[in-house]
């Protein structure tokens, strides 16, 4: 069972009697507003969080909705002057499309995030824009390494928002990121027209059929909660 407070999370394993306050970002608290009652798989990590500068130290445990989420976290706290708290609260929109801003170098959109001023998202377009792609949600990789939107990292093809969304929904469904990326792609040049998340989603799954892919691989990821 889980209960949402704000940007926490309280979660209840079945029969263990015991809860756990989890930290979680504000675009994930969101979602987790429509799911109170029901079961979640959420990827955990434990930071120590420095009190009285730095003198005394306190465990928050953080959780995320996907593996992806949670490894894009860390991405950030690597940025100089970027420690796990803004980080947190960095993430107020989905990791595929503060990826993507980042791989565009897109300051602009970056600065509208909580904690992260014009210079802030300088420093981090300048310290993760190579190490982004992987995360875009709304980038996917080309076959001919030609970027389709100016501004973006040779080998890296921008797509549309809802072709992000679809290819973080197949991700979440159990498909491996790589396979996603491919699906959503061919997909998209097969039909350029496809504009919503569900059209681009349902498209990918015969897409991927038709490439003759595998079973798809599932997440790890931390604790889960009931």
């Not at 979660?11 to 507003?33: I, M, Y």
């Not at 708290?85 to 602009?108: E, F, N, Y």
Request: glycine letters at 16%.
């Amino acid at each position: 069972m889980i209960e949402v407070r704000g940007a926490a999370v309280i979660v209840e394993p079945e029969g263990s009697g015991v809860a756990w306050e989890a930290h979680v970002s504000p675009v994930f608290a969101e979602r987790l507003e429509g799911l109170v009652g029901e079961r979640v798989t959420l990827h955990t990590m434990e930071v120590l969080e420095s009190q009285n500068q730095g003198t005394s130290f306190t465990p928050r445990l953080l959780a995320f909705e996907t593996h992806d989420d949670r490894a894009f976290f860390e991405l950030l706290t690597k940025v100089r002057g970027f420690g796990a708290r803004k980080a947190l609260r960095a993430m107020a929109a989905p990791t595929g499309r503060i990826a993507a801003a980042i791989v565009q170098s897109d300051a602009k959109f970056l600065a509208t995030l909580p904690e992260i001023g014009k210079r802030v998202a300088e420093t981090i377009i300048a310290d993760l824009r190579e190490k982004a792609a992987p995360y875009a949600g709304a980038a996917v990789m080309g076959e001919t390494g030609a970027s389709v939107r100016g501004g973006g990292v040779s080998g890296v093809v921008v797509l549309p928002d809802a072709a992000g969304q679809a290819l973080d929904a197949l991700v979440r469904l159990g498909e491996a990121r790589t396979d996603a990326e491919r699906m959503v792609r061919r997909a998209m040049e097969r039909d350029p027209e496809l504009a919503s998340p569900d059209a681009i989603l349902a498209a990918a799954g015969g897409a991927g059929r038709g490439g003759g892919r595998g079973g798809g691989g599932g997440g790890g990821g931390g604790g889960g909660g009931g």
